[in-house]
């Protein structure tokens, strides 16, 4: 983790800021699309201010700058910064929100006259730019302006790296499950019911999956940079023309495709001409039909609308209809799965015999290379989904660990090792954690690995009625802790796409009070992924993928169908680290049914490779 | 149940409405404090309608008149209502809310003007208030009014009965634990924080808790009519003095005593003159203080306060210290529960006598009063908590069944018989649900009896970190009736006053969304009541009163405490309907030691009372 010097960046920023007559600059972390990952091209945070990590804000007034970040990296920023920082640790008592911090600077109070606060439009959602704009106005502030041109992108200059213009690629049928055009009448239907004029979709994924196109413009995330826009009568995507091949050109016929920077333009215009109301006698007096933007879509696009007069912001229509998979889908999740875990399974195996049998010495990026080899011998690999965290002993309690190559721990056979990793398939999405151990755990290690695996059965056998979200389901993951006093603080569930982001919306399992809005339906797929962790000593996690569907109940009030889980993971739990008396009869059983699946399933992989076979044959044991 | 002729009563109003300019008046149910149980002097909404259910409005304009209820009353609403009324069937598809009814009224569209619409601001909380006041103006309505005289008072005229006059009178600091002079500073230092003018508080068991008083104006509820403004530097309660005798004229020695009448333009004139700010040198740039009323209190009060600008609405600040019980408050709980535990066994004990070996004829009304006979001899015994739920076979199945007396039905020994009673004590409220069965209940009967058992001693055992709610305790009581596709459409659990209101909030267990923003803490007290009904054959529900506790366990996760609940109330479980076979170890562990505690703490009670300890010890045996 280097220092970069930002004095000369800064300098050169605080000019343009001068010119702009701005006296004070955010920059955010995201890109224009909200994304979770960005392209190194939209690492303008980074680039401004020397800290990497993937969240944080920059602010910078002709005197200060400051950097906001959390708890997960307040280490690493207070390395990476130099002298020119300021670091402001959120979630701290006593240190003010980055956005209070601005407000404090642009209204310093007394006669001192409020300054002008700027913002490149597209890197700040709408409800959060006109919040902070309220804000500042309130205090006695200037205002919130949004300077289009991104002042940072001009003091980087030749040295920013371009924009990716990697291809958008058809996903065939049998892994997309249904015609875009389908989806795009759905879409439409939506749209009728909820009365507006169109909508604006500007999540890379949603655009991904709308269009059953793929691309690569994004570590870990098969999207590519575009904005789109449905009406009752247009559907318009806006690319880079050169990333489409002619494969792809004949798939969209019929779809307008556009320059990706004219959506500001365009939707300009098409805010301006009100769709003629369908055949009302006194269609004049009637409100006038919204365009939707997602709450995540930028303040730009919100902007270019007209504001708020012309926009609705709501959940996503697509991230609803993307989060029920199709058939095919769900088909593809399964299978994926089965590959992905043989290919977990050859790992632990060989990670096993390096370790004890052959007693070699492994960093923790060396286990993840190898993870990645095997799995790029299997059907349908396009990559992976996300950095692997492969850790041992305590930094397995990190729990957004990722090894730095070269610079990593050896692992120790004698402590825990966590495993999270997942890969990109053309039939699905992978993300599985194990933890292991290949020598003696201590009680507190077995003990806790055993509440972990508790909380994980539960949830695993939860049923519930049609309606219920993950918030509501939250808890049945963590009561086994809980009563001996321990806790985990993450999330317990997270979306997955279908061949598509490894994190997705609107569901998730946690205390988030956003997952109460959002029941859990047939054909979600989520994770369930309990955990423990143990400062400077161990970290556990046991994550499984599961997906939503009916199960049959023995009643059913209501005549309402309840709900359960089916896994799709198949991998072997942690047979050192189980206290099998902790278990019940029934989560016993649970746990032999599991292992009975996951040897079943796999087994055909391991024919010719013993070492593997034998392996999970000795972790699948009935108990 | 009758049905009143309202034809009168809606000429007469509507010539008043005629005078004042009123195109259509509004008359909800409540009275000026949110009350949940009324005084018959606010039953305006009955005398109006006809319509007796505790919920429901009444929206009346010249040529129509419309009252909405939810669905427990469809049926007796049905029953009352003449046919001068349209019912609204709140919660059904395509029938609008009242307030969607009220616009579609006073905005009929096309050229006619818009109308003007009437409340008593009494009625209805502020933020109601304003709401309907926006959706009326942007309809195309004319506005919403209110109406200062309740024009429904002018026309009941001399038949309204008087406002209830009954004296406030002194709760010894033997029961209320803590002086009130105490709560008040600890209120002022709460005003600080907040940096608030002060605090108007409009809930009565508010303001009787606040007092260390206690009256009888409203029947179940200990409370009476008035309200109390706390600043920095006074205290004004305003009632009617002639309820105060003399003993709380002492006790209230610096409490400023107003007429009830006089909050609105006393407040009005406070609101006037801004309290100096404290010693800063720019005082005069510094933000007003606004004065807090509770998101309950009704829009009278907001207005009074000149709206908005005065004002900030929170949730009850003293409604927040009510729900943590000193340890007076605790300990009073745990007696009167025992007295009122033996007092239930006295009762089944003696309706199993009755019914099984005297064959007796008994109907519900009558089991009711004999248990109220046996719970009034018992120490400190004030009166009822609410109306007994005393229901057998499908009456047990209406979760707000209420036997009319001489109209109800004969306790059948060969059904389920359901008891949800509760006492007043001047050491504490009670509120306790048994499920019985004198015969042979069905297999389904004991299967579902034996699943909300199971979940109540989930909910029971749970162990949670400090900063849960009871939105995510919910599910723990849900969850074995949810296996078997089962479910029960109410709450798990409410708030219980100290001998004061036996439902009150903040807190709660259920899915009501309020429930997530408010963390359990020590000294809460609540119900932990699931259940299940099947619709005109049986219901059951098992409710125990928890008391939140620190729990020790095993280990400590990030020091903070961690919770569970201690149980109160001691009365046995029903032996013929508990499937024992379907409770693990832990659960048949809980029971025995329930059953052992309660045997232990009402043994006392039965010296001479063979019968009573004969039941007793029977249906606590050790399983």
Redesign the interface.
């Known amino acids: 983790m280097e220092t970069v010097d930002t004095t000369e960046r800064l300098r050169q920023l605080r000019g343009l800021m001068k010119q702009q007559k701005v006296d004070i600059y955010i920059v955010p972390s995201e890109d224009a699309h909200s994304s979770e990952y960005i392209a190194p091209t939209d690492a303008r945070r980074a680039f401004i201010s020397g800290f990497t990590g993937s969240a944080g804000t920059a602010v910078i007034t002709q005197e200060k700058a400051a950097l906001a970040t959390d708890g997960r990296y307040f280490n690493q920023a207070s390395k990476q910064l130099d002298g020119n920082w300021e670091l402001l640790k959120q979630g701290l008592q006593d240190v003010p929100t980055w956005q209070e911090w601005t407000v404090d600077q642009a209204a310093p109070g007394?006669d001192t006259p409020g300054s002008t606060v700027g913002v490149d439009p597209t890197t700040i959602t709408a409800p959060e730019g006109r919040k902070l704009s309220e804000k500042i106005k309130k205090k006695g502030g200037k205002e919130l302006v949004a300077v289009s041109d991104n002042m940072v992108d001009w003091v980087w200059g030749k040295q920013k790296p371009a924009r990716p213009n990697e291809p958008a690629k058809v996903l065939g049928l049998e892994y997309a499950g249904k015609k875009y055009q389908d989806k795009i009448e759905e879409l439409r239907k939506e749209l009728d019911k909820k009365k507006a004029a169109g909508f604006v979709v500007s999540m890379l994924d949603e655009i991904a999956w709308l269009f059953n196109l793929r691309g690569s413009d994004i570590p870990y995330n098969p999207v590519f940079f575009s904005y789109a826009v449905v009406t009752p009568t247009t559907v318009t995507l806006y690319i880079d023309e050169s990333k489409l091949k002619e494969e792809a050109k004949a798939h969209l016929e019929g779809v307008t495709i556009r320059p990706y920077h004219e959506i500001f333009s365009d939707i300009a215009s098409l805010a301006k001409e009100q769709p003629a109301s369908n055949g009302t006698k006194?269609g004049a007096s009637k409100p006038k039909r919204k365009y939707l933007i997602a709450t995540k879509a930028s303040w730009a696009l919100s902007q270019a609308l007209g504001g708020e007069e012309n926009v609705d912001e709501v959940r996503s229509l697509i991230g609803d209809a993307k989060a029920v998979k199709n058939s095919t889908e769900l088909e593809g999740m399964r299978q994926c799965h089965i590959r992905d875990g043989a290919a977990l399974i050859e790992y632990f195996a060989w990670l096993e015999d390096k370790l004890i049998t052959q007693k070699a010495t492994l960093d923790e990026v060396k286990g993840a290379d190898k993870l990645e080899s095997i799995r790029s011998k299997h059907d349908h690999f396009v990559g992976l989904s996300f950095d692997t965290i492969s850790s041992t002993g305590a930094n397995a309690a990190v729990i957004h660990y990722s090894p730095e190559r070269g610079n990593c721990s050896t692992i120790d056979p004698k402590q825990i090792y966590l495993c999270d990793s997942g890969a990109q398939y053309l039939d699905g999405t992978t993300d599985t954690t194990r933890t292991l151990h290949f020598g003696e755990p201590t009680e507190m290690e077995r003990e806790s690995y055993t509440l972990v695996l508790k909380g994980h059965i539960a949830l695993d056998?939860?049923?519930?009625?049609k309606g219920?979200s993950g918030?509501?389901?939250?808890?049945?993951a963590r009561?086994h802790?809980?009563?001996?006093?321990?806790?985990y603080?993450h999330g317990t569930g997270h979306g997955v796409g279908s061949y598509l982001n490894v994190h997705e919306g609107p569901i998730g399992i946690g205390?988030r009070?956003q997952y109460?809005e959002v029941p859990l339906s047939v054909g979600n797929v989520i994770s369930n992924e309990p955990g423990?962790y143990e400062d400077g000593k161990f970290g556990i996690r046991i994550e499984n993928i599961v997906m939503v569907k009916e199960v049959e109940?023995?009643?059913?009030?209501?005549e309402k169908p309840?709900l359960g889980f089916e896994h799709v993971t198949m991998v072997p739990m942690c047979r050192k680290l189980i206290d099998v008396g902790m278990l019940?009869a029934v989560e016993r059983e649970w746990l032999n049914a599991y292992h009975k699946e996951v040897l079943e399933k796999t087994r055909r992989f391991f024919e010719e490779d013993e070492r593997s076979r034998k392996w999970v044959e000795r972790e699948c044991a009935a108990y």
């Open positions: 007394d006194d056998l939860a049923v519930f009625p219920t918030f509501a389901l939250d808890t049945l009561q802790l809980w009563a001996h006093g321990l806790e603080r205390t009070i109460s423990y109940t023995k009643y059913k009030f209501g309840y019940t």
